[in-house]
Antibody
């Protein structure tokens, strides 16, 4: 069965960096894009980034562009989100989701990892 | 950027009711729209994709319709498990989520 498991969350000070990881299994990982989506406490869902199946195409939401970088390692079935220059407003649960096909919707989601940006 | 709105923001209903949630896009997105259900502390669950296609295992009381800029999610007969927050998401141009509709007990 398809599984997506995020890790790497924690408490970090404003201006610092953090890298999230997402381990995927149960499907042909190298054939599918992957998304990161976040949800601030008590708020709605916000799309963060997507990466193509081969890692050659990456797109970002406006609020993270230039600060966050999505990447993947198809040999390890892993997706990463490098988050730099973190702000208090980046505090959220970060979800990793498998793209259904060709940069569309997320059909399988992990349970999320909490990132808290606070001094 | 494509903006998404949802109405109502909160909907109070009872078991057995038929409910409809509306999602509007700021420009045409064809049928590139998904609906998700989310319960507190849980990940979103895909219900509908391509505006009207039911995801595998989703009960048939859920249905989606619409195209271009206006879409609806209908639950034909509310069950206790359906009280949750519902989000629409466009994927015509990158991705944008609607603000959500919370369905609670009347």
């Amino acid at each position: 069965q398809v599984q997506v498991v995020e890790s790497g969350g924690g408490v970090v000070q404003p201006g610092r960096s953090l890298r999230l990881s997402c381990a995927a299994s149960g499907f042909s990982f190298s054939n599918f894009g992957m998304h990161w989506v976040r949800q601030a406490p008590g708020k709605g869902l916000e799309w963060v980034a997507v990466i193509s199946h081969d890692g050659n195409n990456k797109f970002y939401g406006d609020s993270v562009k230039g600060r966050f970088t999505i990447s993947r390692d198809n040999s390890k079935n892993m997706v990463y989100l490098q988050m730099n220059t973190l702000r208090t407003e980046d505090t959220a649960v970060y979800y990793c989701a498998k793209d259904a096909s060709g940069f569309s919707y997320g059909d399988y989601w992990g349970q999320g990892t909490l990132v808290t940006v606070s001094s | 950027d494509i903006q998404m709105t949802q109405s109502p923001s909160t909907l109070s209903a009872s078991v057995g009711d038929r409910v409809t949630i509306t999602c509007r896009a700021s420009q045409s997105i064809s049928t590139s729209l998904a609906w998700y259900q989310q319960k507190p502390g849980k990940a979103p669950k895909l219900l509908i994709y391509d505006a009207s296609s039911l995801d595998s295992g989703v009960p048939s009381r859920f249905s989606g319709s619409g195209s271009a800029t206006e879409f609806t999610l209908t639950i034909s007969s509310l069950q206790p498990d359906d009280f949750a927050t519902y989000y629409c998401q466009q994927y015509n141009t990158y991705c944008t989520f609607g603000p959500g509709t919370t369905l609670d007990f009347k």
